[in-house]
């Protein structure tokens, strides 16, 4: 994952553990006061919450402990990899798009990231400024010819 994706995912861990955490406790410890807790929907809601909460905890910290982060500013060249933005132009519209090739987790097609499995960035991998390329999308074929490359 890129260096950024990384930090977004500690910032939501560490909001997890230091402001939902102690929020649900409060929660649960005010429904106990309400008495009966076999029927006490605050409560059960507050468990829910909970349990839901530490078990996003438990995967943050499991994809934080395995990932490998790039530093996409310190990589160059002219052939599309992980971390690369690249600029095409769609040889049916003419119409322009950039993406950044990231993790599964960071990819976020409204800001113009892919994730590395998708069929647009496979396709991508390898090419080099100039390259026409096809990609089959979930919508149909689709032809573009590589404008730019760069790392940021």
């Known amino acids: 994952m890129t260096a950024l994706g990384h930090s977004t995912l500690e910032s939501e861990l560490k909001m997890r553990q230091q402001e939902e955490r102690p929020r649900i406790i409060q929660a649960i410890a005010e429904a106990r006061l309400h008495g009966d807790l076999s029927e006490n929907a605050e409560y059960h809601a507050a468990k829910e919450?909970?349990?839901h909460n530490e078990g996003r905890i438990a995967e943050?910290?499991?994809?934080?402990s395995r990932a490998e982060?790039?530093?996409?500013?310190?990589?160059?060249g002219s052939t599309i990899m992980f971390g690369a933005t690249v600029t095409l132009v769609d040889e049916d519209t003419?119409?322009?798009k950039a993406y950044q090739i990231v993790g599964?987790?960071?990819a976020d097609v409204k800001s113009g990231k892919v994730s590395i499995t998708s069929p647009t960035a496979r396709a991508l991998i390898g090419k080099?400024?100039?390259?026409s390329v096809e990609v089959n999308t979930p919508g149909g074929g689709k032809s573009y010819e590589i404008l730019k490359v760069s790392f940021r």
């Not at 982060?69 to 160059?76: A, E, G, N, P, T």
């Not at 080099?128 to 390259?131: A, L, S």
């Open 128 to 131: 080099k400024q100039g390259d």
């Open 60 to 64: 943050l910290e499991d994809r934080l």
């Open 94 to 96: 003419g119409t322009e």
């Open 104 to 106: 599964e987790n960071e």
């Open 49 to 51: 919450a909970q349990s």
């Open 69 to 76: 982060v790039i530093d996409v500013s310190k990589l160059s």
